[in-house]
């Protein structure tokens, strides 16, 4: 009995070059994190923590946070959950602009002077990089981010053509990560305005062809705190991590309260 | 003992929002404002806007290019213009423009940087006087501007500007 000589599958069918160095390849190179930091059980002052770490070019800023929470210091508080740019946790103002942590590469920045991470602005600050939300969740549930639809459901699904889906295409990006919001001057002051996120969940909703409450949202928006608090400084649109055109759906939002009341 | 159950009642303003109750009161919004009073506001600012450049350049351009430039501005000038009922309504379009403009912008950078409602209180209230006060002066004194002032003998004031001679002969 002879058994057929089977070819030797290769240790890799792609090609290989054999000068290849694995991870020493990866550029290397030492930088600053200075993080505003925060314990109202330790102090009632915030104060700035310095670290010197060796990271790779393949690294974000939250896996320099990750460095210091695992290997140098645990108290350091920061939110993150799925850490790919996706659940919105991470948002932090790095280098005075709010981005997320797991987003932005460390080689981007200017790794000759020190990186500089705090909380987002606006927001009160419970520990760290880590602040209280909930009143951004509250002007969100304010703008009923819902569908509203009183006519009986169909067999199958309300029907939208690609026009009317592509109307609010863009505000149907936000991962509520609060970087817009939280970068708003008008929002800082004191908190009151619905802020640029709330507006953008509400315009995804009233540009739907399937929604039939959008004049109710109007309404709501309509509110001395509403749209007409926007500046349009454009801090939202460059703070944005899913690159929505903030500032324009606003400005849409406005419009739209216009045109109703004419 | 048949004790019957107690009617199930829905809390009168619905289902209370997840964690509601833990909210900072000071991001709490007092109560939504009804009208439409910053809506007016922000669609004043763009058209006041618009039609300031134009009352603004017409007016430098009468005032500072045309006949003999900068060297024609004094007092029998500004005489000389609000003679005419035309330029009274434009001076007096001008000013209001420009004043609740100005005043509308001011209003929005204090509700933009004050954090007090008390500050506000105040910045808004010498805002407010201010204006009024200008406003009714500017408005005085385009309407019951005389140039040529005369005493009880029915004289000509030394100051007069010199067209006043023209018009008494």
């Known amino acids: ?262 | 003992m048949t004790a019957a159950n107690s009617e199930a009642v829905l809390p009168a303003k619905g289902i209370e929002a997840p964690r509601s109750g833990r909210i900072d009161p000071k991001y709490l919004r007092s109560n939504p404002s009804s009208g439409s009073f910053e809506m007016v506001a922000w669609v004043f600012m763009r058209v006041s806007g618009a039609a300031l450049v134009v009352l603004i350049f017409v007016h430098l351009f009468t005032n500072l290019l045309v006949g003999e430039g900068i060297h024609q501005i004094d007092f029998a000038f500004v005489a000389g213009k609000w003679a005419n009922p035309v330029w009274q309504f434009w001076d007096l379009t001008m000013l209001w423009l420009a004043m609740l403009h100005g005043t509308n912008g001011m209003r929005t950078i204090i509700n933009d940087y004050a954090e007090k409602d008390s500050t506000r209180l105040w910045l808004k209230s010498i805002l407010y006087l201010a204006t009024t006060v200008i406003i009714i002066l500017g408005t005085l004194v385009i309407f019951t501007f005389e140039p040529c002032l005369v005493d009880d003998a029915g004289n000509l004031m030394d100051y007069a500007p010199a067209f006043c001679e023209n018009i008494a002969n």
């Open chain 1, 1 to 262: 009995m002879s058994t057929p000589t089977v070819e030797k599958e290769p240790a890799s069918k792609v090609d290989l070059a054999s000068s290849g160095q694995g991870a020493t390849a990866v550029q290397q190179f030492d930088i600053t994190l200075k993080v505003r930091r925060y314990d109202p059980e330790r102090s009632e002052d915030a104060w700035w923590d310095e670290w010197n770490l060796t990271m790779f070019g393949t690294d974000r800023v939250l896996d320099a946070l990750h460095k210091v929470k695992w290997e140098v210091d645990g108290t350091l508080t920061f939110r993150r959950s799925c850490a790919h740019g996706i659940c919105g946790s991470d948002a932090m103002r790095i280098n005075g602009r709010n981005r997320l942590a797991c987003k932005t590469l460390l080689k981007d920045l200017d790794t000759s002077k020190p990186i500089t991470v705090e909380a987002i602005k606006g927001l009160p600050v419970e520990k760290d990089l880590i602040v209280d939300m909930e009143p951004f969740f509250q002007s969100y549930r304010e703008i009923m981010p819902f569908m509203i639809n009183s006519s009986p459901a169909p067999t199958a699904e309300r029907v939208q053509s690609p026009e009317e889906r592509q109307r609010f295409d863009d505000t149907t990006k936000c991962i509520l990560c609060a970087a817009c919001t939280s970068s708003c001057p008008v929002f800082w002051t004191d908190g009151q305005y619905f802020g640029p996120a709330a507006i953008v969940n509400a315009h995804r909703f009233i540009f739907d062809s399937r929604d039939d409450a959008g004049d109710m949202r109007l309404e709501i928006l309509n509110d001395k705190e509403g749209v007409w608090r926007c500046r349009t400084t454009f801090n939202c649109t460059e703070a944005c991590p899913r690159g929505i055109e903030v500032t324009k759906a606003i400005q849409e939002v406005k419009t739209a309260i216009l045109t109703r009341s004419l």
